[in-house]
């Protein structure tokens, strides 16, 4: 490395960055309108998007990343859920149960100029219950005079209430060190997984392609609900299934069931859902339906089980009721529209007759497998050295950046560090990527590759 004009600390730090595992999950919880949004913005260090989305309009993305102090988490934001017919409670309190279901630690917003409400009240029981770590933020706590205001929150028995302005960041620094504090290094569900324990897998797609049918296709009888927690309507739920002769574990499958009283559920509900689902799992089978075209929709919780850097398996139904003509244009849409994740394992299923069933498992396994591949740094120099010499990257204003060396920092997803002397393109990064698929596999699986250029 040093020979290279790379500082050996420097190499180890960037192998070290790249390659952490899973980040820990934070949600950020509260009824509408005490500034759980503003908040998230001010976690994430943006000012853009959330805030400003119109009431009403859907947003599918849920999840960010974050970081603080060095460290690195991810942020659920919680703020897009409008209230439904439910009735306010029953709706954040459903909300709040998804998020924190998934969290590894939880931010409690309270607006401390309104003080604690009954809908509140009933959110520390759901917290009391999870048992997770909590920070309580006192909000809109915008001068020192609103501090006497925070200090009425003792009595909702969460500890200190941190006093902040997400508005104007009064506060937020010293409520994210205890954050921090409440944070485990990595997430719990990791930790989770013992060695030869169910692989985790979430069964995913936007209403109506066939997720429950495929449930009660695969598991028969002998599903086995593993979580159920008490006394709430809208638990999240795992099922052990037997499959292939192994024992799988499907995540929060009550979101697939049908819920009449959940049809009005905003779309927002839905994605909320599956990021949590995403996130509790090593492996997202997206279902598509294959009679209807490939919809936005559809490439959003592809993107979100591909972002939060799982292992992905496509599966197309319905195909029992395809005809020729149909499967043409599916296959161009599949081009155009699912390209980019063209190195994920796909099936053609059909959970109404059972049609190719039996392929469900061997997907998902070679995808866990790309996931988990490592390459051993020699070979992986040996063949970088050679993709280099024989396709250097363009010439760009007189000079030519060249890969120097590089290595997997990590496993699930793969992540690799490449150490080049100066700014490599993204064309060049994906033709990379292309060839690092091409000669050691890393199906199903998403690539991370970062590039440090030397100073
Ligand atoms: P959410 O529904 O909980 O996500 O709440 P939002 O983040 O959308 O905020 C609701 C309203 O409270 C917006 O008008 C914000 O500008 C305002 N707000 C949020 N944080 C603060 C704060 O710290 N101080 C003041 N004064 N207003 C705030
Ligand atoms: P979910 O909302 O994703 O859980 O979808 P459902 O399992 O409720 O299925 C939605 C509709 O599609 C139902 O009417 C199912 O009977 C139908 N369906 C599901 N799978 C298939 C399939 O493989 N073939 C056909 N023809 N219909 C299916």
């Known amino acids: 490395a040093a020979e290279e004009g790379f500082d050996v600390e420097d190499v180890e730090g960037a192998i070290e960055e790249a390659g952490h595992g899973p980040l820990p999950v934070l949600a950020v919880v509260g009824r509408p309108n005490v500034g759980k949004s503003t908040l998230v913005n001010r976690i994430i260090g943006r000012r853009e998007a959330v805030v400003e989305d119109k009431p009403g309009v859907t947003r599918d993305r849920v999840t960010y990343e974050a970081e603080w102090s060095g460290r690195r988490f991810k942020v659920v934001d919680t703020g897009g859920w409008e209230q439904d017919v439910l009735g306010i409670d029953a709706s954040v309190a459903a909300q709040a149960e998804y998020a924190i279901e998934a969290a590894d630690a939880v931010v409690f917003v309270v607006d401390a100029k309104v003080g604690a409400t009954d809908t509140d009240e009933a959110v520390v029981r759901l917290l009391r219950k999870a048992g997770k770590p909590v920070v309580l933020a006192a909000n809109k706590v915008d001068g020192q005079s609103g501090e006497a205001d925070a200090a009425y929150l003792w009595n909702l028995g969460l500890g200190e209430p941190h006093p902040v302005s997400a508005l104007h960041g009064r506060g937020t620094g010293d409520m994210l060190d205890a954050v921090l504090e409440a944070l485990p290094e990595a997430p719990a569900q990791t930790f989770g997984t013992a060695i030869g324990g169910p692989r985790r897998i979430a069964l995913i797609g936007r209403p109506n392609v066939g997720k429950s049918s495929l449930l009660n296709k695969v598991a028969g009888e002998e599903r086995v609900v593993v979580n159920e927690l008490a006394g709430t309507t809208r638990d999240p739920v795992d099922e052990l299934i037997q499959l292939g002769g192994k024992t799988w574990k499907f995540v929060d499958t009550a979101g697939i069931r049908k819920r009449v009283h959940l049809q009005q559920g905003a779309d927002y509900y839905a994605s909320l859902r599956t990021a949590a689902a995403v996130e509790k799992a090593e492996v997202a089978v997206v279902l598509i339906d294959a009679t209807e075209s490939i919809s ?5 919780i592809v993107t979100m089980a591909v972002e939060a850097g799982r292992a992905l398996v496509l599966a197309y139904n319905k195909w029992d009721t395809l005809d020729e003509e149909r499967r043409f244009y599916l296959e161009r849409e599949i081009e155009t529209e ?41 070979r992986l120099n040996a063949f970088l050295g050679e993709l280099v010499s024989a396709h250097p990257h363009p010439v760009r204003g007189g000079k030519q950046p060249r890969i120097l060396f590089g290595t997997q920092a990590g496993t699930k997803p793969p992540r690799f560090v490449l150490f080049a002397s100066g700014f490599i393109e993204a064309g060049y990064r994906r033709f990379i990527e292309r060839r690092l698929r091409e000669e050691f596999g890393f199906e199903g699986a998403p690539i991370h590759l970062s590039v440090r250029v030397r100073e």
């Open 296 to 300: 936005i929709q559809d490439q959003r």
């Open 338 to 378: 699912l390209g980019q994740v063209a190195w994920a394992p796909r099936v053609n299923v059909s959970a109404r007759t059972g049609r190719h069933m039996e392929k469900l498992v061997p997907a998902i396994e070679t995808a866990l497998e790309g996931w988990e591949t490592r390459v051993p740094t020699g």
